[in-house]
């Protein structure tokens, strides 16, 4: 099989035999396409057979010239284009220069070196880092990326800095966050009211003896704090939980080495290049069977991944060589506010959390999270966007006027571009407490301010009562507002860099439809800057609203009712004066919104199995209900569903499946058998979409597509029968790609295409 990849290299490979390097590797291994250095960075497009492919991306990293060093390395599959040779294209050095900021990049192996040398003079700072490595996103205050313009600049260079730092041959040349133990920044030890009880490394020393203790420190971090505990100790992750206000959700692991991590999870090879990579997010993946775990029942009960990282930093590398322990390193935050970058913020607000404070010197410019992803069909895939990735853009051609786009509701991120170059904005969260609100104000403005860009076109929601909308609104000026599963395919087709026809599949809890309801379950066909609604999920009540994302056993009802009527009460255990008062809601549509949402219907299926009737945190229902799948790897059996036409619209009439999902369950068929038929049977849903509309290629997007299981069969099921498919790889499937998706949006809508015959913008 041939496969095509476009690369964008970041980092020190101009000026140094880059391209010649490039050149003879791809006439090496026979591979075509072509190189360009620009400003922006090193662009190759290349193609060849898979394995050749393959070998290429890695000797690219692997064989690189001595002098040369990569920052980052971004790489997505594209349709093959037929290239006959390889060529060297002329560089690209007319027009503006775009000063790329480069995101945090993990600690590179020369530096970790150094750390653990007694000898050397960098022996055990937490600092040390250099021009392939350290922190960049979360320190610049202002572009060029230079030492003054970052929080760096309060500490003044030792002269042993300063000769490395001006020293072409040596690996710290205009390092700009530079520093060492006589000049740099240093760590202290505080307790909860801010008193300082020791520093530099005797406070990381006592600092891993009080974790050892069960106590909780918050560590202030790269991009923010983390809250770190013992993850052996049960009393220790308990009372985190506790005082965190974080009743089931997953917490995310801090391994000290990947030998570590894989006494604990099964590991593909793609899985331990992602863990290990400059990136450094937290990967999520499979516990090991059959082992006994070190690890407490606590940091994710019922739940067969884990969210693992690396130590990323030097202070992470030294901590976790004293501990040699797996730890908790989640969030710096009170339940799902951001997190905390500073002292005097994380005192307040963590005080009652944190039992110490492992706090340093350096200013951190502006929060960025751990980034999460995991892998899907071979290829990573990036469910939480932030260190490491952010801001690295994606290019949108046809953007001639810079935008800016204000995502939507869950997830949030906001994007801006200038010219081709899309910035898409660091996980900022849930807009719904006031402390996200504000950092979702304070990252526009910042990002208006560090690119310095002024928008002429805002773009955002259809959702009238978003606070993303309602912000733009009140800004006024030029305005567009995009339908939620549109923007998702939209984001999907700019990271992929496609056009035009092609089925957009969009699955996701919630977003607001041009008709006023709420949509999820969207079969949407793009017509230039339009879409048609091709086909939905037949639409069913959420009784309640807003409490029906919370207690979903609501919506186990709604469904059942809608087939069963007054037989449904026998297929629920609830008591039956409740199910009474949620007859006469359903029957008057009072408070009970309809919905075509997939996620909605996930819920209420995973409560027709009982396999969860309340939730705790978004998606709970539907990722127990994976899980249950996953169980069955060889189940290939599905429900029947019925295709009904609504005019020009298809309706997918679940009914079917739901009658038959009780049959099974009467007759003892066990929950992981039906759950893994019922994913089987979105897939088949699918494909008989494709068939029906007589497409070649589709897109899955949305945060559904977040479940393994469901993706992973879909897209081997589409493949299987000759379609080509489309899924996300480095900016969300779930609402933190949204942005992207209104950014694309613009450029469609203020460039006339060919495929756009000059329609209007949707729904304004
Ligand atoms: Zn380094
Ligand atoms: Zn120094
Ligand atoms: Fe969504």
């Known amino acids: 099989m ?252 801090m391994f000290p080495n990947l030998d570590a991590v894989k006494q604990e999870c099964e590991l593909s090879e793609a899985e331990e290049k992602l863990l290990t990579s400059v990136e450094s997010p937290i990967v999520l993946v499979k516990k090991k069977k059959g082992v006994t775990s070190i690890l407490s029942i606590e940091c994710a009960t019922g739940n067969p991944y884990l969210g693992v990282m690396l130590p990323y930093s030097p202070l992470h590398h030294i901590l976790m060589r004293k501990l040699n322990i797996p730890v908790i390193a989640t969030s710096g935050n009170i339940s799902e506010e951001p997190i905390c970058i500073d002292e005097t913020s994380s005192l307040e607000k963590l005080g009652c959390i944190a039992d110490y404070f492992l706090v340093n010197n350096r200013k951190i410019m502006r929060h960025v999270d751990d980034s999460i992803a995991r892998i899907i069909s071979g290829r990573e895939m990036i469910i939480r966007r932030a260190r490491g990735y952010a801001p690295l853009p994606v290019q949108i051609e046809g953007l001639s006027k810079p935008v800016m786009a204000a995502g939507a509701h869950l997830k949030n991120t906001v994007a801006l571009n200038k010219d081709s170059n899309v910035f898409i904005s660091q996980h900022i969260g849930d807009l719904e407490n006031v402390e996200s609100i504000s950092a979702f104000k304070n990252v526009i403005n910042d990002f208006e301010k560090f690119y310095e860009i002024t928008p002429v076109l805002n773009v955002c929601d259809l959702h009238p009562d978003y606070i993303s909308t309602k912000y733009i609104k009140e800004l006024g000026g030029n305005t567009l507002q995009v339908q939620h599963h549109w923007a998702h395919i939209l984001s999907c087709m700019a990271e992929n860099n496609i056009e035009g026809k092609v089925l957009g599949v969009s699955w996701d809890g919630t977003g607001y439809g041009t008709d006023g309801t709420i949509w999820g379950g969207e079969f949407l066909v793009p017509n230039g800057n339009n879409f048609k609604r091709a086909a939905h999920l037949k639409t069913f009540r959420l009784p309640g609203g807003e409490k029906a994302i919370h207690e979903i056993w609501r919506i186990g009802y709604a469904l059942l009712y809608d087939v069963f009527r007054i037989e449904a009460a026998k297929y629920i255990n609830h008591d039956k004066k409740e199910l009474v008062i949620i007859d006469q809601m359903l029957n008057k549509g009072i408070n009970s919104p309809v919905t075509s949402s997939m996620g909605r219907l996930f819920d209420g299926v995973a409560s027709i199995l009982n396999i969860r009737q309340k939730v705790n945190f978004e998606a709970q229902g ?27 619209i298809m309706i997918i009439n679940w009914h079917l499946i739901l009658q038959e999902i009780v049959t099974d369950l009467n007759i003892g068929i066990s929950k992981n058998i039906i759950s893994a038929k019922f994913h089987n049977t979105l897939t088949e849903i699918i494909l008989s979409i494709a068939k029906k509309l007589k497409f070649e290629r589709v897109i899955l997007t949305g945060g559904c597509f977040q479940n393994k299981f469901l993706i992973e069969k879909s897209i081997s099921k589409l493949q299987k029968n000759g379609y080509k498919v489309y899924w996300h790889q480095r900016v969300p499937t779930n609402d933190g790609g949204i942005s992207l998706g209104q950014i694309k949006y613009a450029s469609l809508s203020s460039n006339p295409s060919p495929h756009r015959e000059g329609k209007k913008a949707i729904s304004l």
């Open 622 to 648: 539907a990722m127990e209900l994976e899980f249950a799948a996953e169980l069955t790897e060889s189940e290939m059996s599905t429900y029947n569903f019925e295709i009904e036409y609504n005019s020009e």
């Open 2 to 253: 041939m496969s095509r990849v476009k690369i964008i290299i970041h980092g020190a490979v101009q000026g140094v035999g880059f391209r010649p390097f490039v050149y003879r590797l791809a006439g090496e291994l026979g591979i075509k396409g072509w190189i360009i250095n620009s400003s922006q960075g090193v662009f190759i497009d290349a193609e060849g057979n898979n394995k050749t492919v393959n070998d290429f991306l890695t000797r690219l990293k692997t064989d690189k010239p001595k002098n040369s060093f990569i920052q980052s390395f971004e790489y997505s599959y594209l349709d093959p284009a037929g290239f006959e040779k390889f060529e060297i294209k002329e560089s690209k050095e007319s027009g503006a220069k775009t000063a790329l900021v480069l995101p945090d990049i993990s600690t590179c192996d020369d530096c970790i070196k150094e750390i653990f040398d007694p000898n050397d003079r960098r022996y055990l700072y937490p600092f040390t880092n250099c021009t392939n490595c350290g922190p960049r996103f979360s320190i610049i205050k202002s572009l060029p990326y230079d030492r003054a313009n970052t929080t760096m600049s309060e500490f003044e260079m030792c002269p042993e800095c300063n000769a490395e730092y001006t020293d072409p041959m040596n690996r710290r040349f205009h390092a700009e966050p530079i520093a060492c133990p006589k000049c740099g920044p240093q760590v202290e030890l505080w307790n909860r009211k801010g008193e300082i009880l020791t520093s530099k490394n005797e406070a990381i020393s006592i600092a891993a003896e009080l974790l050892l203790k069960g106590m909780v420190i918050a560590l202030k971090g790269i991009g923010g704090y983390q809250l770190i505990a013992d993850a052996r100790n049960s009393d220790a992750v308990k009372m985190l939980r506790t005082r965190k206000r974080r009743n089931e959700k997953p917490f995310a692991l």
